[in-house]
Protein backbone atom coordinates (compact mmCIF):
# COMPACT_ATOMS: atom_id res chain seq x y z
CA UNK A 1 0.00 0.00 0.00
CA UNK A 2 2.76 2.18 0.71
CA UNK A 3 4.85 1.13 -2.70
CA UNK A 4 1.40 2.49 -4.39
CA UNK A 5 0.88 5.51 -2.97
CA UNK A 6 -2.24 4.90 -1.11
CA UNK A 7 -0.76 4.82 2.22
CA UNK A 8 1.93 7.77 3.06
CA UNK A 9 4.90 6.21 3.79
CA UNK A 10 5.36 8.40 6.53
CA UNK A 11 2.61 7.05 8.28
CA UNK A 12 4.44 3.19 8.31
CA UNK A 13 7.71 4.38 8.89
CA UNK A 14 8.28 7.34 10.57
CA UNK A 15 11.91 8.66 10.20
CA UNK A 16 13.59 9.77 13.28
CA UNK A 17 13.24 13.60 12.79
CA UNK A 18 9.67 12.86 12.45
CA UNK A 19 9.39 10.94 16.22
CA UNK A 20 11.57 13.59 17.56
CA UNK A 21 9.25 16.18 16.53
CA UNK A 22 6.28 14.07 17.77
CA UNK A 23 8.15 13.86 21.32
CA UNK A 24 9.36 17.52 21.17
CA UNK A 25 5.35 18.51 20.40
CA UNK A 26 4.45 15.68 23.19
CA UNK A 27 6.46 18.35 25.82
CA UNK A 28 5.36 21.72 24.53
CA UNK A 29 2.19 24.07 24.44
CA UNK A 30 1.46 23.86 20.70
CA UNK A 31 -1.40 24.59 18.21
CA UNK A 32 -3.61 22.35 17.00
CA UNK A 33 -2.95 22.68 13.04
CA UNK A 34 -5.25 22.84 10.61
CA UNK A 35 -6.29 25.95 10.31
CA UNK A 36 -7.13 26.27 14.20
CA UNK A 37 -5.21 28.27 16.24
CA UNK A 38 -6.08 27.06 19.46
CA UNK A 39 -3.17 25.91 21.47
CA UNK A 40 -3.10 22.71 23.14
CA UNK A 41 -0.89 20.94 25.89
CA UNK A 42 1.15 18.19 24.91
CA UNK A 43 -1.09 15.02 24.32
CA UNK A 44 -4.31 14.89 25.54
CA UNK A 45 -4.10 17.65 27.87
CA UNK A 46 -0.91 16.34 29.58
CA UNK A 47 2.90 16.56 28.83
CA UNK A 48 4.21 13.29 28.15
CA UNK A 49 6.67 13.39 30.77
CA UNK A 50 3.43 13.73 32.92
CA UNK A 51 2.13 10.69 31.64
CA UNK A 52 5.12 9.20 32.32
CA UNK A 53 5.06 10.34 35.99
CA UNK A 54 1.85 8.99 36.26
CA UNK A 55 2.51 5.18 35.14
CA UNK A 56 5.83 5.48 37.71
CA UNK A 57 3.79 6.94 40.26
CA UNK A 58 1.34 3.44 39.46
CA UNK A 59 4.17 1.16 39.87
CA UNK A 60 6.20 2.71 42.87
CA UNK A 61 3.30 2.32 44.68
CA UNK A 62 1.97 -1.14 43.56
CA UNK A 63 6.18 -2.40 44.40
CA UNK A 64 5.46 -0.80 47.73
CA UNK A 65 2.97 -2.90 48.73
CA UNK A 66 4.41 -5.96 46.89
CA UNK A 67 7.66 -5.58 48.75
CA UNK A 68 5.09 -5.03 52.11
CA UNK A 69 3.47 -8.41 51.56
CA UNK A 70 6.18 -10.63 49.86
CA UNK A 71 9.26 -9.90 52.11
CA UNK A 72 7.77 -10.65 55.53
CA UNK A 73 5.93 -13.72 53.64
CA UNK A 74 8.94 -15.12 51.78
CA UNK A 75 10.61 -14.65 55.45
CA UNK A 76 8.20 -16.68 57.15
CA UNK A 77 7.70 -19.34 54.49
CA UNK A 78 11.47 -19.97 54.67
CA UNK A 79 12.08 -19.66 58.29
CA UNK A 80 8.68 -22.01 58.86
CA UNK A 81 9.09 -24.69 56.92
CA UNK A 82 5.73 -26.39 57.78
CA UNK A 83 4.18 -22.83 56.49
CA UNK A 84 6.04 -22.63 53.78
CA UNK A 85 4.77 -26.14 52.45
CA UNK A 86 1.21 -24.72 53.45
CA UNK A 87 1.42 -21.20 51.05
CA UNK A 88 3.88 -21.93 48.76
CA UNK A 89 1.55 -23.41 46.46
CA UNK A 90 -0.44 -20.64 46.33
CA UNK A 91 2.24 -18.30 45.85
CA UNK A 92 3.23 -20.59 42.89
CA UNK A 93 -0.28 -20.71 41.63
CA UNK A 94 0.02 -16.60 41.54
CA UNK A 95 3.04 -16.49 39.95
CA UNK A 96 2.21 -19.30 37.30
CA UNK A 97 -1.38 -17.05 36.00
CA UNK A 98 -0.71 -14.15 33.61
CA UNK A 99 -1.46 -10.73 35.12
CA UNK A 100 -3.97 -9.55 32.88
CA UNK A 101 -6.27 -12.70 33.23
CA UNK A 102 -7.03 -10.72 36.27
CA UNK A 103 -8.02 -7.42 34.48
CA UNK A 104 -11.60 -7.88 33.97
CA UNK A 105 -12.62 -8.85 37.53
CA UNK A 106 -10.63 -6.09 38.83
CA UNK A 107 -12.40 -4.02 37.28
CA UNK A 108 -15.58 -5.47 38.12
CA UNK A 109 -14.45 -5.36 41.69
CA UNK A 110 -12.91 -1.77 41.93
CA UNK A 111 -13.97 0.16 38.86
CA UNK A 112 -11.77 1.89 35.41
CA UNK A 113 -9.49 4.23 37.76
CA UNK A 114 -6.21 3.73 39.45
CA UNK A 115 -7.12 1.36 42.29
CA UNK A 116 -7.98 -1.63 39.60
CA UNK A 117 -4.37 -0.99 37.75
CA UNK A 118 -2.27 -1.06 41.17
CA UNK A 119 -3.79 -4.16 42.31
CA UNK A 120 -3.22 -5.87 38.89
CA UNK A 121 0.61 -4.80 39.39
CA UNK A 122 1.02 -6.45 42.79
CA UNK A 123 -0.66 -9.22 41.62
CA UNK A 124 2.75 -9.35 39.06
CA UNK A 125 4.71 -7.82 41.03
CA UNK A 126 4.21 -10.40 44.44
CA UNK A 127 5.02 -13.26 43.54
CA UNK A 128 8.76 -12.49 42.53
CA UNK A 129 9.32 -10.75 45.16
CA UNK A 130 7.65 -13.60 47.95
CA UNK A 131 9.78 -16.16 45.93
CA UNK A 132 13.31 -14.45 45.58
CA UNK A 133 13.01 -13.32 49.59
CA UNK A 134 12.20 -17.31 50.32
CA UNK A 135 15.14 -18.35 48.02
CA UNK A 136 17.33 -16.00 49.84
CA UNK A 137 16.79 -17.75 53.52
CA UNK A 138 17.09 -21.37 51.82
CA UNK A 139 20.56 -20.01 50.86
CA UNK A 140 21.58 -19.33 54.43
CA UNK A 141 23.75 -21.53 56.25
CA UNK A 142 22.00 -23.06 59.19
CA UNK A 143 24.78 -22.75 60.95
CA UNK A 144 24.96 -19.06 60.79
CA UNK A 145 20.81 -19.40 62.46
CA UNK A 146 22.30 -21.65 65.43
CA UNK A 147 25.14 -20.06 66.10
CA UNK A 148 23.24 -16.43 66.86
CA UNK A 149 19.83 -18.35 68.21
CA UNK A 150 22.85 -20.05 70.68
CA UNK A 151 24.11 -16.92 71.83
CA UNK A 152 20.62 -15.89 73.36
CA UNK A 153 18.96 -14.59 70.13
CA UNK A 154 15.07 -14.89 69.76
CA UNK A 155 13.28 -15.99 66.71
CA UNK A 156 12.47 -12.29 65.69
CA UNK A 157 16.27 -11.06 66.28
CA UNK A 158 17.22 -13.91 63.96
CA UNK A 159 14.89 -13.07 61.44
CA UNK A 160 15.58 -9.56 61.66
CA UNK A 161 19.40 -9.29 62.23
CA UNK A 162 20.78 -12.71 60.68
CA UNK A 163 17.80 -13.45 58.07
CA UNK A 164 17.12 -10.34 56.66
CA UNK A 165 20.66 -9.01 56.14
CA UNK A 166 21.40 -12.06 54.12
CA UNK A 167 18.41 -12.24 52.11
CA UNK A 168 18.78 -8.66 51.04
CA UNK A 169 20.59 -9.16 47.33
CA UNK A 170 17.75 -12.13 46.94
CA UNK A 171 15.23 -9.68 47.58
CA UNK A 172 16.89 -6.87 45.89
CA UNK A 173 17.07 -9.00 42.72
CA UNK A 174 13.47 -10.18 43.24
CA UNK A 175 12.26 -6.35 42.88
CA UNK A 176 14.27 -6.02 39.63
CA UNK A 177 12.17 -9.19 38.23
CA UNK A 178 9.39 -7.38 40.16
CA UNK A 179 9.88 -3.96 38.10
CA UNK A 180 10.14 -5.86 34.79
CA UNK A 181 6.95 -7.59 35.27
CA UNK A 182 5.42 -4.37 36.70
CA UNK A 183 6.53 -2.24 33.74
CA UNK A 184 5.33 -4.48 31.32
CA UNK A 185 1.89 -4.90 33.07
CA UNK A 186 1.40 -1.38 33.48
CA UNK A 187 1.92 -0.37 30.07
CA UNK A 188 -1.26 -3.35 28.98
CA UNK A 189 -3.25 -2.30 32.14
CA UNK A 190 -3.45 1.19 30.66
CA UNK A 191 -4.99 0.20 27.11
CA UNK A 192 -8.56 0.59 29.04
CA UNK A 193 -8.89 4.34 30.53
CA UNK A 194 -4.77 4.80 31.01
CA UNK A 195 -4.88 8.05 30.32
CA UNK A 196 -2.94 9.90 31.44
CA UNK A 197 -0.01 7.07 31.64
CA UNK A 198 2.63 6.48 28.74
CA UNK A 199 1.09 2.74 27.66
CA UNK A 200 -1.92 4.43 27.27
CA UNK A 201 -0.52 7.29 25.24
CA UNK A 202 1.50 4.74 23.48
CA UNK A 203 -1.63 2.79 22.39
CA UNK A 204 -3.85 5.63 21.87
CA UNK A 205 -1.46 7.40 19.18
CA UNK A 206 -1.76 4.22 17.41
CA UNK A 207 -5.08 4.07 16.63
CA UNK A 208 -5.19 7.58 15.85
CA UNK A 209 -1.96 6.80 13.08
CA UNK A 210 0.04 9.24 15.37
CA UNK A 211 2.99 6.45 14.53
CA UNK A 212 5.58 9.18 15.14
CA UNK A 213 4.41 9.88 18.34
CA UNK A 214 3.56 5.54 19.19
CA UNK A 215 7.18 5.32 18.68
CA UNK A 216 8.49 7.62 20.76
CA UNK A 217 6.24 6.58 23.59
CA UNK A 218 8.07 3.06 22.81
CA UNK A 219 11.54 4.69 23.23
CA UNK A 220 10.76 6.43 26.32
CA UNK A 221 8.84 3.20 27.49
CA UNK A 222 12.17 1.10 26.73
CA UNK A 223 14.59 3.99 28.15
CA UNK A 224 12.72 4.24 31.35
CA UNK A 225 12.92 0.25 31.82
CA UNK A 226 16.58 0.56 31.18
CA UNK A 227 17.38 3.47 33.61
CA UNK A 228 15.17 1.34 36.45
CA UNK A 229 17.31 -1.50 35.81
CA UNK A 230 20.32 1.27 36.09
CA UNK A 231 18.87 2.16 39.86
CA UNK A 232 18.36 -0.70 41.01
CA UNK A 233 21.37 -2.71 40.43
CA UNK A 234 23.50 0.63 41.94
CA UNK A 235 21.15 0.08 44.87
CA UNK A 236 22.46 -3.22 44.97
CA UNK A 237 26.31 -2.49 44.84
CA UNK A 238 25.30 0.29 47.93
CA UNK A 239 22.79 -1.86 49.94
CA UNK A 240 24.53 -5.65 49.22
CA UNK A 241 28.09 -5.17 48.58
CA UNK A 242 29.41 -7.95 50.23
CA UNK A 243 27.00 -9.80 47.38
CA UNK A 244 28.84 -12.20 46.00
CA UNK A 245 32.62 -11.96 48.27
CA UNK A 246 31.69 -14.56 50.48
Known amino acids: MAASDVVSPAYLTPSPLEVWDA ?101 AAFPPIALA ?21 TRRQTLLFVLGPATLPDIISGLRVAVGFAWTTVVAAELVNGLPGIGGLAYLSGTQNKIALSIACILVIGLTAVALDVILRTLEKKLAPWRGKA
Open 23 to 123: FVRANTYHPVGGGVDRVVRGEENYFLWEHLVVSLRRIGLSLAIALVIGVPLGLAMGYFRGFGRLVGPYVDFLRSIPPLAYIGFLIAWFGFYDTSKIWLLVL
Open 133 to 153: TLNGVRGVREDHVNAALSLGA
